[in-house]
């Protein structure tokens, strides 16, 4: 067996005395699509800044290609240059235009000439339909926008591993089944994507791994068709029908 | 409807418009009117006229005043990089989080609660008087030089706290999301949090910067002649306060510009920026 990608180990995450995350285990194959879906409030943003070590944790083991990035002391610098991340509420930076935005870490962090890192991300900002937005602010933006302006910057990072906290959730219906194909074509070209969403259609439809979180511990993992066809947990089940009856699935 | 012709609605808030450029006119009219017609009724007007608005004095005085103030605009101009900079050291400091910087937070918090405790006039003659005191040769003996480094101490602890509740003020969300796109902390602080902190305070460092600009005159307390000490000179000599009122003219010459200009390039700024204004 090939070591995953990811692999998570008993996190534990506490803000105070509340426990978000409760020994949480999961591992992602690489170039995998994994899907944690899950009640609002469940933990899944948290396990995603956890795994982007935006979040200290307070148990457990992470790791990235089988070495342990969780140790004190470990550079998280070159752990988020591997892993990008995309925010729920976007948080593109106000004072930037689009192009700057995408433009000030594949400067800074990667070093690319000015030229080459507009080409880049003017390339990005074509294929998600912003070709006119290079010099808005993010503020003069829909939603919609906004967020595939998000998408764009971590994109342009050539991440290895893209965690994506529900993107879709600003989006129109056609939006969301652009943003459908983009992740779809960053899978082809191997990227490993973790994705938190309440949209359910999408889960179902892009991943091969799907995991429900509930009260911060994942209560049932396994392929679409396992958890949305056949969920064993009643909880699961509970939620599903909930999903359904909000007409979401 | 053609371009060029106004649609009822833009004809309608033209009037509107109209109407209150009218009002708030005829108001400002009224208010000046009764200070012309009221304040020379009062009983000792004759005598504040000629001892405060005496235009040969003010003739006389203006240019030596002038002169003289250029010392105030040399102090300032070389004070503020200093407060700027040290005031920028200091915030960034306090809002570090290794630990290893603990006893750099610990001195940053005495040296803004020090500095801003005390009085800046006395800061003046502590240093002002107390280091020459102890008898270096020049130039470091100079007065002046103590009294700047004075106020530089002072407001530098100032502004360091405006500068900080502008960096606590940019949300931890822009942090994380430079943090995720791998930019170190100093880089995240550079591109990401500085910029927009230092938008967000310079309204009110721009009020620091008015206050140090009257301040800067507290330093003749302690010897140089600048634009306040030969305005006392000038009323001593010709026994006429009318010089004040010229040195106070020339403050406003100076502060007034500034403080519109930066009022007007940070709505240029904002309007460039943001979403549009809410009605
Ligand atoms: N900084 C924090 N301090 C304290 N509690 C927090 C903090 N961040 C998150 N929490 C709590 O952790 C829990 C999980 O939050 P999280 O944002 O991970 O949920 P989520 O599954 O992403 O929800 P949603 O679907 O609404 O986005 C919530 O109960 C939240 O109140
Ligand atoms: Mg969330």
Redesign the interface.
């Known amino acids: 067996m090939t070591t995953p990608k990811i692999s998570l180990r008993d996190i534990t995450k506490r803000f105070d005395a509340i426990t978000v995350l409760d020994a949480v285990s999961l591992d992602i194959e690489s170039g995998s699509v994994v899907s944690i879906i899950g009640p609002s409030g469940s933990g899944k943003s948290t396990l995603l800044r956890c795994i982007n070590l935006l979040e200290h944790i307070d148990d457990g083991e992470l790791l990235l290609d089988g070495t342990d990035i969780s140790i004190p002391g470990f550079d998280p610098n070159t752990v988020r240059r591997r892993i990008g991340m995309v925010f729920q509420s976007y948080n593109l930076f106000p004072h930037m235009s689009v192009l700057d935005n995408i433009t000030l870490a594949l400067r800074r962090v990667l070093g690319l000439s000015r030229v080459i890192a507009q080409d880049r991300a003017r390339e990005l900002l074509t294929r998600f339909a912003l070709d006119d937005k290079e010099n808005a602010f993010p503020d003069q933006m829909s939603g919609g926008q906004q967020q595939r302006a998000a998408i764009a910057r971590a994109v342009a990072m050539e991440p290895e591993v893209l965690l994506l906290d529900e993107i879709t959730s600003a989006l129109d219906p056609e939006l969301v089944g652009e943003v459908l194909d983009v992740v779809r074509e960053l899978r082809s070209t191997g990227m490993t994507i973790v994705l938190a969403t309440h949209e359910m259609g999408f889960a179902r439809d892009t991943s091969d791994l799907v995991c429900v979180l509930d009260g911060g511990r994942i209560i049932e993992s396994g392929s679409p068709a396992q958890v949305f066809g056949a969920p064993q947990q009643e909880r699961t089940q509970q939620f599903l029908q909930r999903v359904i009856n909000a007409g979401r699935l | 409807m053609t371009p060029g012709s106004l649609s009822r609605r833009q004809i309608f808030e033209r009037a509107q418009r109209r109407k209150s450029a009218v009002i708030a006119t005829a108001s400002s009219a009224i208010v000046i009117a009764l200070i012309v017609a009221l304040v020379p009724k009062m009983p000792r007007w004759d005598r504040v006229r000629t001892s405060f608005f005496n235009a040969e004095r003010f003739r006389d005085s203006f240019p030596r005043l002038l002169h003289a103030f250029i010392l105030d605009i040399k102090i300032f101009s070389w004070s503020v990089p200093f407060i700027v900079a040290l005031a920028l050291l200091v915030a960034i400091t306090r809002n570090s989080r290794s630990p290893a910087l603990l006893p750099l937070r610990v001195a940053a918090i005495v040296y803004t609660d020090i500095m801003r405790g005390v009085p800046v006039l006395l800061w003046i003659y502590l240093i002002g008087f107390g280091v020459p005191g102890l008898g270096m040769d020049r130039p470091w003996n100079s007065p002046l030089l103590w009294g700047s480094v004075a106020l530089v101490l002072t407001y530098a602890a100032y502004v360091a706290e405006v500068f900080r509740a502008g960096i606590e003020g940019v949300h931890e969300?822009?942090r994380?999301?430079?943090?995720?796109?791998?930019?170190?902390n100093m880089?995240s602080l550079r591109?990401?949090v500085l910029?927009?902190a230092i938008?967000r305070v310079i309204p009110p460092l721009m009020n620091d910067l008015v206050s140090l600009q009257k301040d800067v005159a507290l330093v003749s307390l302690i010897g140089p002649v600048e634009i306040l000490r030969q305005a006392g000179i000038d009323k001593s000599k010709f026994a006429n306060f009318t010089p004040y009122l010229a040195a106070a003219a020339i403050f406003l010459l100076l502060t007034i510009p500034l403080t519109r200009t930066t009022d007007w390039l940070l709505e240029r700024e904002r309007r460039?920026?943001?979403?549009t204004r809410v009605r």
């Open positions: 969300s822009q994380a999301a430079a943090r995720s796109l791998g930019l170190s880089q591109f990401v910029p927009q938008r460039r920026t943001s979403a």
